[in-house]
């Protein structure tokens, strides 16, 4: 009698074992299912994330060429009646004339030199859709992406440039701009409103690697903020300043090109994040293998 109640409750035992490994079955399919959506909303992410950034680049930049553009209407007039005093029987009305000519074409001419570069660094940004593989130079992209920021930098920040003119690398041109963008706009923001604001881009180079070092002269990141800049939606700034997405962005994107990111600071004496790019994207792509994508586009 008693064994069979031990019978029982072993049956019982099975029953229940295997109720609850098909619920764990079930629990894991739900959890992968789960971590594709989330993986997908990740990419979603980075993509909306992206367009945000787009906007509020554009928005950048049309303040950027206003400032020109008005500085070329504005001479413009002044400049065709000087044009007309030319005429004037008075030598020394002529001569004077010709001077304040000479004067506003320089403005007109530096003006349009401002417009145009503006408009050739958005070239070179765009130019880069992110699906395709291009050969870029390196030290061109910082200088684009410098270009673009100069709104934000301009305010008392030193930029210096150390370039080792690196030369190319064959990736994602638009990404790689994007992760430059992202780490000078955080400069900038880090050097906001203090003295000896410095930011320091220093590329080097060898066969195999392009090494990029953004350094600033920012207050540096705490001990208890550093292990978490990495993660999305981390911020310190303030709602509608940041939204903690670039760093996270710019982790993903050098390590779909098979890069590595690093992170070195000092409360009150800066920081210096270093990207080390692999020449070639195809080194690496590490997602995309996992997932069995097909990856990059033949070349
Ligand atoms: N150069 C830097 N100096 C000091 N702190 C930094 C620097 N770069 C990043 N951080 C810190 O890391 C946090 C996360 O940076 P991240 O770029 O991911 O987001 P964010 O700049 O706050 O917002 P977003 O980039 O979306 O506008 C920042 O809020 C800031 O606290
Ligand atoms: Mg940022």
Redesign the pocket.
Known sequence: DKLRSTEEVNLDLERAVQMRTADLARKNRELAETLDKLTRAQEQLVRS?KLASIGQLVAGIAHEINNPVNAIVNTVGPLEEAIGEFNSDDPAVRIEAAKDVRDMVRVVQRGAQRTKAIVTALHNYSRTDEESVVDFDVDRSIDDSLELLRHLLKLNVTVVKKFGDVGRVRGHAGQINQVFM??L???A??LAGRENAIVTIETTGDAAHVQVKIT?T????PTH?LP???DPF????DVG??????????HELVERHGGTIEVA?ELGV??T?TVKLPREISALEPRKRATGESGLPKR
Do not use: H, Y
């Open positions: 994330e992202n780490l706009t955080n400069a923001q880090a600033d920012g207050p540096g990141i903020v978490r800049i990495w981390f911020t310190t700034k300043e940041g939204t903690g997405l670039g760093l996270s962005i710019v600071t800066g920081t994040f």
